[in-house]
Structures are given as structure tokens and as C-alpha cells.
């Protein structure tokens, strides 16, 4: 565990249902970068049930080129010996670079605003094997879209979101496609509510969900693997200065899944550390 602890804050990782500086670590929520902004993340995705535990890692960084649309890229790592069914909410081995557009930005009042964010994402095989039933697919490139819209104050944020992610096929074999939902409140208490020089803290309430269809393996759907699970769990958000530490974990609270094919998944468990290089460029998050 040491060893995949080091490794973790010695990679730097982003994705579009990953932490943002200022946003929940499992769901979808709506901050980008600011104009020349450079965020880099790195932390640790656990998924743990009945055939093992599934660690997820990885690097990548996002740039804001205005302080609307932020470009980011996503290199992760798979370790550990757990089978699950397939999950965008939680990293897998696949590469992906995308782009997030916040289109609507309306400030209500002073420290009050309503936000909405687009994303779109281009992802690839990455050289690591798959585990389970999705190991003996043959892997083609995807796409994934995301919407989220929300509120946010200087002590309470609300977002709700969605995710849309489909597979093109190779030799006859697709991975399934994928509809994830989120819903996070979040609340920044007055006595840890402190300058840029000081530690700041939130916790949030995720709510995620998702929904796969049939895994397609030689031109067939194989027989049960359509799975839809509903999660929930708190997580706590720490910055100081330009950095940001967040850790959060989630239990199942409906699933429907067959345990023949992918177990029982039990647990899932996150670690996200964020550095962000300001520039001279400044713009409300």
C-alpha cells in the first residue's frame, strides 16, 4: 500500500467526472480552468468487492484558454486484482483527452451564481489489459459527452449532472454503453471558511449512478451483463493556496448486477491531491 500511495502523488491525473479544485471527488459539477490556468491532479480510484480490489491511477493536466473553456488530458494506470463491471464514474485503463466549455455563468448576487458545463472526450485503449469480462474483448475508441449545471455560494453548491459514453466495435466485440448521473450538495462551514493563506474546507453528499447495457463479445450480447448501480457517500475538499486535497468514499445503496459475471462490488474510495499554476489571466471560478 505504501508503494501505490507513493505512486499516486508522484502522477498527476484529470478526467471529467474527477475532482476539480473546487468540486465534488465522484460526481460531475461544473468549474474549469481559469484563463491560463494549469490544474494537475494525481490520487488514487479504489474499487473494492467479492473478487478483489481494483486501484485506478494515472496523470494528466487541463489549461484553461479562456476563462470559459478548459482542454484537458488523461493518462491512467490499473493495479490490483479486482473484476468489476464497467464504470465511467471510476477511472479504468483507458487514455482520454477532451475539452469542457462552461456556456452559462449568471452571478445572482455577490458570491452567487448559476453555472452549466459541457464536456466532450475522445478515449482510447491504453496499453494496460482490462480484467474480467471485459479481458477478452477486443478494444476499440469511444466517445464521451458530459452536462452539468448547478448552484454555487460561498457556503453551499448544488450540482446535478450526466454522462453519455459509447464504444465503436472491433472484430465483432463493443464495450457497453454507459449513462452516469450524479447529484452533489455541498457545504462550506463559516468557521472553516478562511483567506487564501489559510486552510479551507467542504464536505459533500455524492449521489452517482450509472447504467451499462450488454457487453457485445463475437457479434452477441452476452446474457446478464447489462448492470445499474446507485451510490452514495460524503467527501471532504481541503485548499490551501493552489492546492487542493479531497478524499471521499461511497457505498451501494441499489444494485443490479449479475454477482456470476462481475461479483459483488462493495466499495468504492478516492484520494485526489491538485496543484494549479495561476497566471497572470483571472476570471471567477
Not at 505512486?7 to 474549469?32: E, I, N, R
Request: with cysteine.
Amino acid at each position: 500500500m505504501k508503494r501505490l500511495l507513493f505512486l499516486a502523488y508522484a502522477l498527476a491525473w484529470s478526467s471529467t467526472a474527477f475532482a476539480t479544485d473546487h468540486g465534488p471527488v465522484f460526481g460531475y459539477a461544473t468549474p474549469v480552468n481559469s484563463q491560463g490556468e494549469v490544474a494537475c491532479d494525481t490520487g488514487i480510484y479504489g474499487r473494492n468487492g467479492s473478487r478483489g480490489t481494483q486501484l485506478s491511477t494515472g496523470t494528466g493536466c487541463s489549461y484553461g484558454f479562456t476563462p470559459h473553456f478548459t482542454v484537458n488530458a488523461f493518462l491512467p494506470a490499473t493495479f490490483g486484482s479486482g473484476s468489476q463491471a464497467e464504470s465511467r464514474i471510476v477511472a479504468g485503463s483507458e487514455w482520454s483527452a477532451g475539452t469542457q466549455w462552461r456556456f452559462l455563468h449568471s452571478v445572482t448576487s455577490v458570491g452567487k451564481r448559476l453555472e452549466s458545463t459541457a464536456g466532450v472526450a475522445i478515449i482510447v485503449p491504453g496499453p494496460q489489459a482490462d480484467s474480467g469480462l471485459l479481458a477478452n474483448l477486443h478494444r476499440a475508441p469511444g466517445v464521451a459527452g458530459t452536462l452539468a449545471t448547478g448552484y454555487a455560494s460561498r457556503s453551499q453548491y448544488a450540482w446535478v449532472g450526466g454522462g453519455y459514453t459509447r464504444f465503436a466495435e472491433a472484430a465483432h466485440d463493443r464495450r457497453p454503453d454507459t449513462i452516469s448521473w450524479s447529484g452533489v450538495y455541498g457545504y462550506r462551514p463559516a468557521k472553516l471558511r478562511r483567506g487564501y493563506d489559510q486552510w479551507d474546507y467542504r464536505g459533500f453528499a455524492e449521489l452517482t449512478g450509472e447504467h451499462t447495457g450488454g457487453v457485445r463479445s463475437s457479434g452477441a450480447v452476452v446474457p446478464k451483463s447489462s448492470t445499474t448501480t446507485v451510490w452514495l457517500g460524503p467527501s471532504v475538499l481541503a485548499i490551501f493556496k493552489n492546492i487542493a486535497i479531497e478524499g471521499g468514499v461511497q457505498a451501494p445503496i441499489h444494485r443490479d448486477v449479475s454477482d456470476s459475471l462481475y461479483g459483488r462490488e462493495r466499495i468504492r474510495f478516492a484520494i485526489n491531491l491538485s496543484y494549479l499554476k495561476f497566471s497572470s489571466h483571472t476570471s471567477s471560478h
